[in-house]
T-cell receptor, first 113, second 115 residues
Framework: DQQVKQNSPSLSVQEGRISILNCDYT??????FLWYKKYPAEGPTFLIS?????DKNEDGRFTVFLNKSAKHLSLHIVPSQPGDSAVYFC????????????FGSGTKLNVKP | DAGVIQSPRHEVTEMGQEVTLRCKPI?????LFWYRQTMMRGLELLIY????????DSGMPEDRFSAKMPNASFSTLKIQPSEPRDSAVYFC?????????????FGPGTRLTVL
């Protein structure tokens, strides 16, 4: 049973527009959330995170929003660039278990020039 | 820092053979994770270690899978015997477990093909 779900396997966006990637979770004990980006033939790399005490965290073009009541988070990329084309994984963890992350199945973003 | 190192990068083997994947975590990290990536299930956690001790192996699919961490700088994931459905990309990741919020750093992965 997947505790973190990314229901959109793929997303296509025009360069310069906003990309919105979504993630839902089921475990109310999760208190820390991350997004990872993965290029082909490479391992995932950390992109941005958010603690459950916040509802927004921004880093340059990337913003993560957390809606605890809906158990939903989203990643906004503005403006989108062709180099952002990659697979994005959402991950979540609770506070007590040795950094055990639960990952979603990923969303493949394609930013068209 | 060289990052997390995995070997081999690619492995092609025949059904029934033993496969050993290797991982060197980032120096100073005390947690190590083995993941498997498939199209259907995304990134699945197989097992993780803290201070070289296995903490949770509930993700290991079958007894054919085993993992060891004999010291802080080396871990192996072994599949014996291998089956075609084991074909996937296997990632190793490491982190420094601190107040439960540190991120994990992934290696480049081993692409395993079992014929």
């Amino acid at each position: 049973d997947q505790q973190v779900k990314q229901n959109s396997p793929s997303l296509s966006v025009q360069e310069g527009r906003i990309s919105i990637l979504n993630c839902d979770y089921t475990n109310s004990m999760f208190d820390y959330f991350l997004w990872y980006k993965k290029y082909p033939a490479e391992g995932p790399t950390f992109l941005i995170s958010i603690s459950s005490i916040k509802d927004k965290n921004e880093d340059g073009r990337f913003t993560v929003f957390l809606n605890k009541s809906a158990k939903h988070l989203s990643l906004h990329i503005v403006p989108s660039q062709p180099g952002d084309s990659a697979v994005y994984f959402c991950a979540a963890k609770g506070s007590s278990n040795f950094n055990k992350f639960y990952f979603g199945s990923g969303t493949k973003l394609n930013v068209k020039p | 820092d060289a990052g997390v190192i995995q070997s081999p990068r690619h492995e092609v083997t025949e059904m029934g053979q033993e496969v050993t994947l290797r991982c060197k975590p980032i120096s100073g990290h005390n947690s190590l994770f083995w993941y498997r990536q498939t199209m259907m299930r995304g990134l699945e956690l197989l097992i993780y270690f803290n201070n070289n001790v296995p903490i949770d192996d509930s993700g290991m699919p079958e007894d054919r899978f085993s993992a060891k961490m004999p010291n802080a700088s080396f871990s192996t994931l072994k599949i014996q015997p291998s089956e075609p459905r084991d074909s996937a990309v296997y990632f190793c990741a490491s982190s420094f477990n601190r107040a439960g919020t540190d991120t994990q750093y992934f290696g480049p992965g081993t692409r395993l093909t079992v014929l």
